[in-house]
């Protein structure tokens, strides 16, 4: 969708899906709130306000070849993290990569 503010040239919003949350962190005590609740109410989001939604996650998950531990959280490769939650320089890559495939 493209919004264009008075006077102004048009400007496209995406709602996007965040990557995987690999444990319990501080501030998000429960990883199925950003693996699973969050993404379902941006794509409703996303859906109702005719808006084009951008999932993060593609590539965050193990190679088909490995498998993850802990069967209560989604399977994220942590190689991709700095911690729990933000990624590092080569899950920003990856998040990049994402961004320009939607575009």
Same mark, same amino acid.
């Given at each position: 969708? #493209?919004?264009? !503010? +008075?006077?102004?040239?048009? *400007? #496209?919003?995406?709602?996007?899906?965040?990557?995987? =949350?690999? @444990? !319990?962190?501080?501030d998000?005590? &429960?990883? %199925?709130?950003?693996?699973?609740?969050?993404p379902? $109410? *941006? =794509? +409703?989001?996303g =859906?109702? %306000? &005719?808006?084009?939604?951008?999932?993060?996650?593609p590539?965050?998950?193990?190679? &088909?070849? @490995? @498998? =993850?531990?802990?069967? &209560?959280?989604?399977? /994220?490769?942590?190689?991709?993290?700095?911690?729990?939650?933000?990624?590092?320089?080569?899950?920003?890559?990856?998040i990049?990569?994402? $961004?320009? /495939?939607?575009?």
């Amino acid at each position: 969708s #493209t919004v264009v !503010p +008075q006077g102004g040239n048009g *400007i #496209t919003v995406f709602c996007l899906i965040p990557i995987l =949350q690999l @444990e !319990p962190s501080g501030d998000w005590p &429960d990883p %199925n709130v950003i693996n699973e609740e969050v993404p379902n $109410v *941006i =794509q +409703q989001m996303g =859906q109702a %306000n &005719d808006l084009p939604v951008i999932d993060l996650r593609p590539g965050f998950e193990f190679p &088909d070849d @490995e @498998e =993850q531990d802990d069967e &209560d959280f989604l399977s /994220a490769n942590p190689d991709l993290y700095d911690d729990s939650i933000h990624p590092n320089d080569a899950g920003h890559l990856v998040i990049s990569q994402n $961004v320009l /495939a939607a575009l």
